[in-house]
């Protein structure tokens, strides 16, 4: 499966933002779908995370409440809505792709990985 990430862009704080990560190929593998983002010297950090089938969803803390993860299952894409955004919130963002919804959180057991997507927050 290929990802491609999109929608980043600069906003005000308060703002919100729509990403999209478009998937193609094969995506019999493909149990969930998760966003990270990484902020200038920081780690790249868990965001949300969807299954395929768009049942479940999942959210970090900073996430919970003020963003939205979704999926059309039609498109094969999956949507990261932030909304009431903050400068903290700036970061590269990522979606990828794991096997197994018992490991939505966890990096390491993501397989493939779109470009990224810069997300500007100015206050």
């Known amino acids: 499966v290929q990802l491609q990430a999109s929608g980043g862009g600069l906003v005000q704080a308060g703002g919100s933002l729509r990403l999209s990560c478009a998937a193609s190929?094969?995506?019999?593998?493909?149990?969930?779908v998760g966003w990270f983002r990484q902020a200038p010297s920081n780690q790249r950090k868990f965001v949300a995370g969807i299954s395929w089938s768009g049942a479940l969803t999942i959210y970090s803390g900073s996430a919970e409440g003020r963003f939205a993860i979704s999926k059309d299952n039609a498109k094969n894409t999956v949507y990261l809505q932030m909304s009431n955004l903050k400068p903290e919130d700036t970061a590269v963002y990522y979606c990828a792709a794991v096997p197994d919804w018992r490991y939505v959180k966890v990096q390491s057991k993501y397989k493939h990985w779109g470009q990224g997507t810069l997300v500007t927050v100015s206050s």
């Open positions: 190929g094969s995506t019999s593998s493909v149990d969930a």
